[in-house]
């Protein structure tokens, strides 16, 4: 069953408005129950916020995106709002004494007073410089991934608070419910234009779609004051999730990478438990194939530690993937390997439990609630390590496979095929990533400061966009091309657990003038041996210059004849067809410094000696020795 044909008649199985309770309200048993580790930490977080005023967000902050590019600036204070209301409530029905009342108002005023809830950034009508604030007369409401955020984040409010806030000033909770009406739910019951809802075009829509419909749910369910609205939002919102699930492969793989999972495949699970407690479990789709493997994505493209496979605009380290709600999906599913995850997870990352996500975090406020109130302490105990030996997500065409299951000791490989019009996408096809002893070397960069280039026809400026800075062969000094024609062809795959092999070929990836008939790589990771080796086959109509094989590396390579050592990983290659040559990457960007932890990456360039149309080379990688 979909989503839609469970939704279509959700008027005979929702729960009211007064009957929805998903967690306790102010005074209610529960808040008392929480571990005094929470308690001390968001309440002497609110502590602190409640002495601060209120920042502004004035115009020419607004401006600064159209005018500069730079989107950072405004979203640090936007969030910050967000945030700070979000801890200020919870304080606020921890202690039930009222001293976070009137900074708690006077976040709601602030926000409500907003001219929109939606970042700059993700305002598409403005063509100039000259055009970088809303004009109220005439543009339609911005219903952006923070406006559906700050919608539920306004909407809890009032579910915890809304008697209290009654009691200062009737105004309070009336607005809150008219601004949510205004801003949230009447522009997604009129329009089918918004590209994320999915209903008015009939392309792939991305993480958009599960993480502004899970809010807008989340909003409709706790806060809308018309029962009618209400049962049309629920229907509506299944209607249009459902969109996000028809462009996915039944074996669940996200091509936006596990960086975004957190707000697509987790965020379709937040809608499916939201639906299923709403309705006393009279809509349930759990058991459907596609719901499970989605869920257990994420924990097949882990590598190790906080490492996670970064394809597309995803970061290598990862620190919360949503844990939780894998586990609570995992009993729901009889998926016990998930589950383990899961616990590993929360086992060694202790430092992030819910109350944490509750005070720094900025999303899915839903979600941490959920985590906040059923804290288990147990869960934080040591845990036995838990890795996938491998998966094929042949949908997205990523490989992955690791030495033996459950460690982290030996060599990982994760390789892709798919196009080059991806969402969120980098002209990577045929790129690979390897790790050894748990340890990044040939890396993927990710993805930088999210900028205005970054998603505008200039993106594929960014080295971290192009294939030349990816672990993919420039042929006649052409680069791969963005766009859905240039794709990945004659893929293969087996995994027999002794044995995996991926193989594709490239070519049809680069431009005509790259020349290429052919160029089919092939990845075969023999465990016995514990060695990984990368074989490539060019043919090309003609060799003006020589082919190069970038490889970008975590760590400086260190070179000898026919051989490079890469922190603990060894690749030997044939020098009489490649000299070898090292350049180092500076990031010059905070958010590669800061995930990375370090302040370049390297560049090993593997260079033909001779020209050749027809060409063949093998790269083989092994653990180097201690």
């Given at each position: ?28 048993a ?102 970088a ?27 915890f ?31 089918v ?39 049309n ?16 492969a ?7 990478g ?25 809509v ?33 380290r ?16 009889g ?64 490989a ?20 080059n ?37 200039e ?5 971290s ?17 963005e ?19 991926f ?39 003609a ?52 995930i ?31």
């Amino acid at each position: 069953m979909t989503i839609r044909e469970a939704t279509e008649h959700i008027e005979t199985m929702l729960l009211s408005r007064a009957d929805y309770h998903p967690f306790p309200k102010y005074g209610e048993a529960g808040w008392d129950k929480l571990p005094r580790e929470a308690v001390n930490s968001i309440v002497g977080r609110a502590e602190w916020l409640n002495e601060k005023p209120w920042e502004a967000l004035p115009a020419t902050l607004f401006m600064e995106y159209a005018k500069t590019g730079n989107r950072t600036h405004f979203e640090k204070v936007h969030f910050e709002h967000r945030g700070r209301l979000r801890t200020l409530v919870a304080a606020e029905c921890i202690e039930h004494k009222g001293r976070f009342i009137d900074q708690i108002v006077n976040g709601i005023w602030a926000i409500c007073e907003e001219t929109t809830w939606a970042i700059p950034a993700h305002r598409g009508d403005y063509s100039a410089p000259n055009h970088a604030l809303v004009d109220v007369e005439h543009e339609k409401i911005t219903l952006d991934l923070f406006a559906a955020e700050t919608g539920a984040t306004m909407a809890w409010t009032l579910y915890f608070l809304g008697d209290q806030l009654r009691e200062i000033s009737c105004e309070i909770p009336d607005r809150i419910e008219y601004e949510i009406e205004k801003r949230i739910f009447i522009p997604y019951l009129t329009r089918v234009d918004y590209f994320w809802m999915g209903l008015g075009h009939n392309n792939p829509v991305n993480n958009w779609n599960p993480w502004i419909n899970e809010n807008v749910l989340a909003a409709a369910l706790i806060a809308c004051r018309d029962e009618e609205m209400r049962v049309n939002l629920a229907r509506k919102i299944g209607r249009s999730a459902q969109r996000f699930l028809d462009f996915y492969a039944e074996d669940g793989g996200c091509d936006e990478g596990p960086g975004y999972f957190d707000v697509a495949g987790a965020s379709m699970m937040d809608i499916l438990e939201m639906y299923e407690e709403a309705t006393n479990g009279k809509v349930n789709l759990f058991n459907e194939p596609l719901i499970r493997n989605m869920a257990d994505y994420i924990r097949h493209v882990h590598i190790a530690g906080d490492y996670f496979v970064n394809f597309a605009d995803a970061p290598m380290r990862i620190g919360n993937c949503c844990e939780e709600v894998l586990m609570r999906v995992a009993k729901k599913t009889g998926n016990d390997a998930l589950w383990q995850f899961g616990r590993m997870r929360l086992a060694h990352n202790r430092a992030r439990r819910p109350d944490q996500n509750l005070i720094k975090g900025t999303y899915y406020t839903q979600r941490t609630l959920r985590a906040l109130f059923d804290w288990d302490e147990r869960l934080y105990a040591d845990q036995s390590d838990t890795a996938s030996l491998g998966h094929w997500f042949g949908g997205i065409q990523v490989a992955t496979a690791r030495t033996a299951e459950n460690r982290f000791d030996g060599l990982f490989l994760a390789a892709k095929g798919g196009c080059n019009a991806e969402s969120h996408n980098h002209n990577d096809i045929g790129n690979y990533v390897l790790y050894a002893g748990g340890e990044p070397a040939i890396v993927d960069a990710g993805v930088g400061e999210y900028t205005r280039k970054t998603f505008s026809t200039e993106r594929y400026t960014i080295w971290s966009m192009q294939s030349g800075w990816h672990n993919t062969a420039v042929l006649n000094g052409c680069d791969q091309h963005e766009g859905r024609e240039y794709a990945a062809r004659d893929v293969s795959y087996s995994d027999d657990g002794e044995v995996m092999d991926f193989a594709l070929d490239m070519a049809a990836a680069y431009v005509p003038e790259a020349k290429a008939e052919a160029y089919r790589r092939e990845f075969v990771f023999d465990r016995a041996a514990n060695t990984i080796s990368v074989h490539d086959e060019v043919r090309l109509n003609a060799c003006d210059q020589p082919t190069r094989v970038p490889l970008l590396c975590a760590v400086r390579p260190q070179l000898e004849e026919g051989r490079a050592v890469i922190g603990r990983l060894e690749l030997r290659y044939d020098p009489q067809l490649f000299t070898a040559s090292v350049e180092e990457k500076p990031f010059n960007d905070a958010k590669l410094e800061r995930i990375w932890q370090q302040k370049s990456l390297w560049r090993l360039m593997l260079t033909r000696r001779e020209k050749a149309a027809r060409d063949g080379w093998t790269l083989e990688y092994r653990m180097a020795k201690e």
